[in-house]
């Protein structure tokens, strides 16, 4: 398990190095399985850097509005648009691993998805499936 602190703010938070270590720790041929065990995070494979990671939270802000509507009411204003979030960016991505290093795209990036302010520690859950 790993730990990624998003600051308490809307956050896109790279992992792509701790999940590239986990997997060479592995070794071999399989699948890297990611997973967030919150119900207001996600998991993105999406390229990071080049302003794709503020457009995706701009995407967000435009499909989950942060105002008053969600009956889910507790915490800070719009908190349950964070728990509509992951069924649009699901809490789990599954990665190839090939010889010990994830078989992403050039510009794929592993990343966590946090719309909630309330909470700023997420924990993120790593494992491997080595091939046959």
């Known amino acids: 398990m790993i730990n990624v602190a998003t600051g308490g703010k809307e956050a896109v938070c790279d992992i792509t190095a701790e999940c590239e270590k986990f ?3 592995a070794g071999g041929d ?9 119900a207001t995070a996600g998991v993105a494979l999406i390229e990071l850097g080049a302003g794709s990671d503020e457009d995706l939270i701009a995407a967000m802000e435009d499909l ?3 105002d008053d509507r969600w009956r889910h009411a507790h915490g800070s204003r719009g908190h349950g648009r964070s728990h ?7 809490p789990y ?11 992403l795209g050039t510009w794929q990036s592993v990343s966590i998805v946090d719309l909630n302010v309330d909470n700023a520690d997420r924990q993120v859950r790593l494992s491997f499936l080595a091939g046959a």
């Open 64 to 66: 989950l509005p942060v």
């Open 23 to 25: 997997a060479g720790s």
């Open 30 to 38: 399989g699948l890297l399985h990611v997973f967030v065990p919150h």
């Open 93 to 103: 991505a599954t990665i190839p691993v090939i010889d010990g290093r994830m078989a």
């Open 84 to 90: 509509v979030m992951p069924a649009l960016v699901p």
